[in-house]
């Protein structure tokens, strides 16, 4: 959060910096970025989920 006193900081895009994801694939980590055109776009295409907890049966 920021604070009242603080400045927001500004990045000119010259300053940025590419992002790199890593993502599990059959037990091993590897960048998104050496995937082939069909797997970079089934990566974009998945969904992100939270499976709820299991309820004790009391």
């Known amino acids: 959060m920021q604070s ?3 400045p927001t900081i500004q990045l000119d895009d010259s300053e940025r910096q590419r992002c790199e994801i890593w993502t599990r694939v ?6 998104v970025s ?3 055109i069909g797997k970079q776009g089934e990566f974009n295409e ?3 989920f939270r499976e709820p ?4 049966a009391s």
């Open 53 to 56: 907890h299991a309820q004790s």
């Open 46 to 48: 998945r969904k992100f």
């Open 34 to 36: 050496s995937f082939n």
């Open 26 to 31: 059959m037990g091993y980590h590897r960048p």
């Open 4 to 6: 009242m006193n603080q």
